[in-house]
């Protein structure tokens, strides 16, 4: 097992990549792994015309401090950059552990100013990039029967927020892409969960008010840390960090009501036991919700409520 004999969870052996590393949280996760002993890919963009090079920033002070990191400059928004960045770690260190997916860009507009322009590179992003990235690494994680998937959320897409209409978009699909992956992985050795982050970085800039002082990015990668080794516990989970708080953040299902005689207005008849949150659940999978559904229309207690 990768610790220490104080029980310092260590990332000796292991390979990360972390994307959109260059600078804010993946610059700080990039950091906290290699200190342990990972050997990280610093995937961002650059260095273009007048850009620059973050990655290879990132890369310098990885090794000013005793770790080993490689850069990556192409961008994962589409599935060959993503290919490139799983073969360009298995060409620098012979395998891959871990991936943390944290590139992310915005582009604020409400819905009625949505454009292709606006909604489809946010989607690109944070959206294409983190499910390509996750298929070009899964056939290296199932040959070894191990695999650590690490992706970004966001408040917005778990609970929205005014003017983030794509953002949110991408970010609630993240979720369902880190359930999915759980599932699907679970008997490979493979773990997938997700952070979402409380942090001040550019793209938080004037967002977060007198939280700002307190959200330091660092303070994110502790929770991506422990879910990329080998001894997280968890599978298909949303942690929000920040500002040193750690939460578990769950979907959950009202009890509800079952009637054969369902119309509209017994619908709204009925809102109030509809949406009451007494006795809700939190089915883990489609089959978990089938299985529920069944045992209301059966008259059973529903163990699964809680």
């Known amino acids: 097992m990768n610790e220490t004999s104080s029980g310092r969870l260590r990332f000796d052996g292991r390979v990360a990549v972390v994307t959109g590393a260059g600078a804010g949280l993946g610059r700080a996760h990039a950091l906290a792994l290699a200190a342990r002993g990972?050997?990280?890919?610093?995937?961002?963009?650059?260095?273009?015309?007048?850009?620059?090079?973050?990655?290879?920033?990132?890369?310098?002070?990885?090794?000013?401090?005793?770790?080993?990191?490689?850069?990556?400059?192409?961008?994962?928004?589409?599935?060959?950059?993503?290919?490139?960045?799983?073969?360009?770690?298995?060409?620098?260190?012979?395998?891959?552990?871990?991936?943390?997916?944290?590139?992310?860009?915005?582009r604020d507009r409400t819905i009625q100013n949505l454009s292709p322009e606006t909604l489809e590179p946010v989607l690109a992003v944070h959206l294409h990039g983190t499910a390509y990235l996750m298929a070009a690494a899964w056939p290296l994680f199932k040959a070894q029967s191990y695999g650590r998937l690490v992706n970004t959320t966001s408040a917005s897409g778990l609970f929205g927020n005014f003017g983030q209409a794509a953002y949110a978009a991408a970010k609630a699909g993240t979720v369902g892409l880190t359930r999915v992956a759980a599932l699907e992985g679970a008997r490979h050795g493979i773990r997938a969960n997700a952070v979402?982050?409380?942090?001040?970085?550019?793209?938080?800039?004037?967002?977060?008010?007198?939280?700002?002082?307190?959200?330091?990015?660092?303070?994110?990668?502790?929770?991506?840390?422990?879910?990329?080794?080998?001894?997280?516990?968890?599978?298909?989970?949303?942690?929000?960090?920040?500002?040193?708080?750690?939460?578990?953040?769950?979907?959950?299902?009202?009890?509800?009501?079952?009637?054969?005689?369902l119309t509209p207005e017994t619908v709204e008849a009925?809102?109030?036991?509809?949406?009451?949150?007494?006795?809700?659940?939190?089915?883990?999978?489609?089959?978990?919700?089938?299985?529920?559904?069944?045992?209301?229309?059966?008259?059973?207690?529903?163990?699964?409520?809680?």
Request: proline content about 3%; overall charge negative; some cysteine.
């Open 38 to 106: 990972a050997r990280v890919i610093v995937n961002d963009l650059g260095p273009g015309t007048g850009e620059t090079d973050r990655a290879g920033g990132v890369v310098e002070e990885v090794r000013a401090l005793g770790g080993t990191a490689i850069a990556h400059r192409e961008s994962i928004a589409t599935a060959d950059g993503c290919r490139s960045l799983v073969e360009a770690a298995v060409a620098a260190y012979g395998r891959l552990d871990i991936v943390v997916n944290n590139a992310g860009i915005i």
């Open 196 to 261: 979402a982050p409380v942090a001040r970085t550019d793209m938080t800039a004037g967002m977060l008010g007198e939280l700002a002082a307190s959200a330091d990015p660092a303070l994110v990668s502790p929770a991506v840390v422990y879910l990329s080794h080998e001894r997280c516990s968890l599978n298909g989970e949303v942690l929000a960090v920040g500002a040193g708080r750690v939460a578990r953040t769950f979907v959950a299902e009202t009890r509800g009501v079952v009637r054969a005689d």
């Open 270 to 306: 009925d809102l109030q036991r509809i949406c009451s949150e007494e006795g809700y659940a939190t089915p883990s999978n489609l089959q978990e919700e089938s299985r529920l559904i069944l045992s209301l229309l059966n008259g059973e207690s529903g163990a699964d409520h809680r």
